[in-house]
């Protein structure tokens, strides 16, 4: 195999500049491999406010006046461009609506999906661009064959693999990870950038979900849902408590359910299921959270086929470990089953699953089965 995206003549460019450290560098690595490399910051929300919340979000004025400032020194073209409305359809709406139906969804895979690799990278091929660059760790490598495969990073610590997971092969033929094939830590990508010039060394990551910036989730579902009131109940159906909207609920929570009263047994109780339907919550021991196996919906493959029955590894969340799974398609569903009970899933997560370091391809959790209802083969 070979590094992504081999070329006998420069390659044009876009590098996607959210103002941050790591697309910074990025762009800057673009550029001095010998691209023609073009910047452009995503201006996706709105109204943005001038300055960010600690470092939260990655949407504000002050940072596409960094990512300016940024392309300025490496010395390259840039450009605003205006997505906001496109983000508010795909990324933020689908957002609220997952919670409304009960489900955890990951807007940032949402917008790899259908902002960065979809309409940013749509936009960028009319314009005669070869490629889309961001600062995402992970690694493109193209086959003797011709096809692409997309890689964990070389640093397992920064992989972003997980959130790059809906990402198809047309869309991986045109991606560039400059940051994903190197091993260098990220104290030295800032004294990186620092050496380079470049303003954001020192600038705070962004992190948590970039349209909600002051990090208060359950606030912002409020807002555009309203309150309603329902039941907390237990395993049984009976009812222990009140909320003000399941929305307010994950699966695998304890914190914050306000039930007033331990269990039975004295220990803590967990979210094991929401119910949009009846605005139900049910609560339970962390023993009941345990899943042995899962049917995901809307697979999306990172080659030309869909994946062959047999044992992977699966990730569940962006900062999560691996478990090893046996997977298969049935009927348009991706089936798994875990080879040791898995905590804590919820539908509308992500599943990506992954052989050694490639990554296979995603798909959207719709439901789950207790690890003790699991029938094993």
Known sequence: MTENLPSTRPLRVLAAMSGGVDSAVAAARAAEAGHEVTGVHLALSA????????????????DSRDARRAADVIGIPFYVWDLAERFREDVVEDFVAEYEAGRTPNPCLRCNEKIKFAALLDKAL????????????????L??????ELHRA???????????????????????????????????????????????????????????ADGDTQGFLAN?????????????????GTHEGAF???????????????AADGKPRYVLDISPVNNTVTVGPVEALDVGALTAIRPRWCGSTAAAPGT??????????????FAEMVDGELR???AEPVRGVAPGQAIVLYDGTRVVGSATIATTTRASATITS
Do not use: W
């Not at 109204?47 to 002050?62: D, K, L, M, V």
């Not at 009319?126 to 490598?141: E, K, N, S, W």
């Not at 086959?143 to 692409?148: A, L, M, P, V």
């Not at 004294?191 to 992190?207: C, I």
């Open 312 to 325: 992977y590894t699966a990730q569940l969340r962006a900062h999560g470990g691996e478990s090893e799974v």
């Open 47 to 62: 109204n943005p406010q001038s300055f960010r919340t600690g470092a939260r979000g990655c949407c504000t004025i002050e």
């Open 126 to 141: 009319a314009l005669g661009f070869d490629a889309v660059c961001t600062g995402h760790y992970a690694t493109v490598v």
């Open 143 to 148: 086959n003797e064959d011709g096809g692409r």
């Open 336 to 338: 798994v089953r875990f």
């Open 248 to 262: 307010g609920f994950t699966i695998g929570q304890r914190k914050g359910l306000r039930i007033g009263h331990p």
């Open 154 to 212: 070389s640093d397992m610590a920064k992989d972003q693999s997980y959130v790059l997971g809906v990402l198809d092969e047309k869309q991986l033929a045109h991606a560039l990870f400059p940051l994903g094939d190197t091993l260098t830590t990220k104290e030295e990508i800032r004294a990186e950038a620092e050496a380079r010039g470049l303003a954001v060394a020192k600038k705070p990551d962004s992190h948590d979900i970039c349209f909600i």
């Open 224 to 240: 555009r849902l309203g309150k309603a009131e329902g039941d907390i109940v237990d395993e049984s159906g009976a009812k222990i």
